[in-house]
Nanobody
Framework: QVQLVESGGGLVQAGDSLGLSCVSS????????VGWFRQAPGKDREFVTA????????YTADSVKGRFTISRDNAKNTVFLQMNSLKPDDTAVYYC??????????????????WGPGTQVTVSS
């Protein structure tokens, strides 16, 4: 069981920036690919971005490419999501998740086994 906790959500205005964190107490967290997903009210959960475990490679959805950046600090067991130029359409609950250990990058929700409880991001116009 891998426990994940997101933080950093809040209420911001369009055009602002916000940084989210995903922390795990898992001893081997550095061996996990980590993904960020989001779910807006009344919509399905969608993939945002992911970072792999072995070389820091990333995969990002077109909807946020150029605005959102994922990174990780394995010494702190933390993955970050830096969100710039936020839009009202970015309003959602943001979740971090991990697939099985050593799994490659994936944008498919079904590939991810463990999820955090989520953090709310609200962007006002």
């Amino acid at each position: 069981q891998v426990q994940l906790v997101e933080s950093g959500g809040g209420l911001v205005q369009a055009g602002d920036s916000l940084g989210l964190s995903c922390v795990s107490s898992e001893r081997t967290f550095s061996k996990y690919t980590v993904g960020w997903f989001r779910q807006a009210p009344g919509k399905d959960r969608e993939f945002v971005t992911a970072i792999n475990w072995n070389n820091g490679g990333t995969y990002t959805a077109d909807s946020v490419k150029g605005r959102f950046t994922i990174s990780r600090d394995n010494a702190k067991n933390t993955v970050f999501l830096q969100m710039n130029s936020l839009k009202p359409d970015d309003t959602a609950v943001y979740y971090c998740a991990v697939p099985p250990r050593f799994a490659p990058l994936s944008g498919r929700e079904r590939d991810y086994d463990y999820w955090g409880p989520g953090t709310q991001v609200t962007v006002s116009s």
